[in-house]
């Protein structure tokens, strides 16, 4: 069965600073995608980035990109150049074939100006 | 622009009345979902649906119905409101691929009392 693990329930960063995320996962399928959403205090979902399991490079979207590291299975997001609107909860999400989508418990980010 | 809308957004309610929460999206996805996010629990499956009239249960199906006659809807029914059913239920779908990612509606705010 498909796990994700968050285990960071809560993070702090300074403003301009980098953080990352962790995410690790467990999945017996060669064949999977990854990806990072975020919800502010608003409440909706966000797409932030993806990376395949085939994918050689890591993604990156701006000032997010996702430390792949498939033999330890985990899918870091890296947030550099921090704001305060970064100020969210992140979810780590993994999908086999775009149809049973599995989220992790999320990590809450608090940017400190 | 194709979207997902989820109505009604807020909605508070008696135990043992039955629910239902409508899902409307027009990116014409196979893949329908239905979750809910509890603090402490993140996401956590309902129901799920991969095309019209294919419906299966999720991790916390129990009290919870859905049906599928459409591509485009995907409602959720509460059978007999409970208070543990007091939550945020997001709907979302996807399109089958390992690339394709999950869109999500606003979510719908349920108080049961």
């Known amino acids: 069965a498909q796990k994700i693990t968050q285990t960071q329930p809560g993070m702090f960063v300074q403003e301009k600073e980098a953080v990352t995320l962790d995410c690790t996962y467990d999945t017996s399928d060669p064949s999977y995608g990854l990806f990072w959403y975020k919800q502010p205090s608003s409440g909706e979902m966000i797409f932030l980035i993806y990376q395949g399991s085939y994918d050689q490079q890591n993604a990156t979207e701006g000032r997010y990109s996702l430390n792949f590291q498939k033999a330890r299975k985990s899918a870091n997001l890296v947030i550099s150049a921090s704001q305060l609107g970064d100020s969210a909860m992140y979810f780590c999400a993994m999908t086999q074939g775009g149809q049973n989508f599995v989220f992790g418990p999320g990590t809450r980010l608090s940017v400190l100006p | 622009d194709a979207e997902i809308t989820q109505s009604p957004r807020h909605k508070i309610t008696e135990t043992g009345r039955q629910v239902t929460l409508a899902c409307h999206q027009t990116w014409n996805h196979n893949n329908m979902f239905w979750y809910r996010q509890d603090l402490g629990h993140g996401l956590r499956l309902i129901h799920y649906?991969?095309?019209?009239?294919?419906?299966n249960k999720g991790e916390v199906s129990d009290g919870y119905s859905v049906s599928r006659s459409n591509t485009e809807d995907l409602p959720l029914t509460l059978e007999s409101a409970a208070s543990s059913q007091t939550s945020v239920y997001f709907c979302a779908s996807s399109e089958t691929g390992i690339g394709n990612t999950i869109y999500f509606g606003e979510g719908s705010w349920l108080t049961v009392v």
């Open positions: 649906s991969y095309g019209v009239q294919d419906t």
